[in-house]
């Protein structure tokens, strides 16, 4: 770990009460839901971590407790590091305080964690799908979302698959 | 001595109605700019100067439906994008022809999931399909040649009269 991320990660684990992991140099810190948004807040004002560069998911789906981990990578440009907080949440459609308020970038990245893992950001500004059609159900990058493929037509199988393909007459 | 030498001499020419209206039809084909991905890039530069297409009656893509009669589907279609790309053709007026350029836009491509259509011909009946990812431009023009072969043979007259 870099010498200067040393004290911001003893802060986190004595006010948040936050474990933390490292990989290679790298720190990830699992934080609770409901510290996120102050842990967030304390690293932006006090600690000149001012990108938020990635809020991303991860589906653990045969593994229900904890189901996803929410992850935020931060960057603090000044002093050259990057720490990752990762939330852990449970069940089928949890929710999180949006992060709008501290970083601006929040907003599109949450619409995106919701599009695609169903995880629900409360008074977030513009709660709705963004990269998938409006009309479809479910979210497609949990586990246990179908694979949606075609099966490839070879001669063998030409015909059941073409009978199934739906072709625009006119 | 024959007909067509007298009628020469004076600058008549003899065809049929199908004849002259599906020439003219493939002498000035305008297509609709519907680049979407990579393939739009090969479509480029199948208009530019190396490979003409205005040599072949396409001298200029007009990016409004309503003034072009050929749409050339070039690039993967999202299920996000198909009725978009549904509406656009249902705002071309006929005659309109389709080509699906590329194997995204014929057969789906690469991209086998659930947010990319699976060709372009579940939503527009297509005309001709053009292969390869990207096709060469050489292979876009063999494309638009083959799609004017086609023009050439239609009986619209008959078709017409057989619907009566």
Not at chain 1, 72 to 95: A, H, I
Request: charged share 25%; with cysteine.
């Amino acid at each position: 770990m870099e010498k200067s991320l040393e004290p911001i990660v003893k802060v986190l684990q004595e006010k948040f009460g936050a474990t933390f992991e490292e990989f290679r140099g790298e720190v990830q810190c699992m934080v609770k839901p409901e510290h996120i948004i102050e842990a967030l807040t304390t690293l932006r004002d006090a600690h000149h971590f001012e990108l938020l560069s990635m809020l991303s998911a991860i589906d653990y789906f045969p593994q229900t407790s904890p189901r996803f981990h929410v992850i935020y990578q931060l960057n603090s440009l000044e002093k050259n590091l990057t720490l990752q907080l990762r939330v852990p949440v449970e069940g089928e459609s949890p929710k999180l305080p949006t992060s709008t308020g501290v970083f601006k970038t929040g907003l599109w990245r949450e619409r995106e964690v919701f599009d695609m893992f169903g995880i629900e950001f409360e008074a977030h500004p513009d709660p709705r799908r963004i990269l998938n059609p409006d009309e479809i159900e479910g979210h497609p990058l949990r586990r246990d979302f179908p694979l949606g493929y075609e099966e490839p037509q070879f001669s063998f199988n030409y015909e059941e698959i073409d009978l199934g393909k739906p072709y625009a007459k006119e | 001595m024959g007909v067509e030498q007298k009628l020469g001499n004076m600058g008549v020419v003899t065809t049929t109605l199908e004849d002259v209206v599906n020439w003219s039809r493939t002498n000035a084909m305008w297509p609709m700019l519907f680049g979407l991905a990579c393939c739009a890039i090969e479509m480029m530069a199948a208009q530019a100067s190396s490979y003409d297409m205005s040599r072949f009656g396409m001298e200029l893509m007009r990016a409004s439906p309503r003034q072009s009669d050929l749409m050339i589907v070039a690039g993967r279609v999202s299920k996000k994008m198909g009725p978009v790309l549904r509406r656009l053709y249902d705002q071309m007026p006929e005659p309109k022809w389709v080509i699906a350029m590329g194997d995204c836009a014929s057969c789906g491509g690469v991209f086998n999931n659930y947010a990319i259509y699976q060709g372009v011909d579940e939503i527009v009946p297509v005309d001709v399909f053009v292969a390869g990812c990207p096709p060469r431009p050489e292979a876009l023009i063999h494309g638009v040649l083959t799609l004017h072969e086609k023009v050439k043979a239609d009986r619209f007259i008959a078709n017409a009269a057989e619907k009566k």
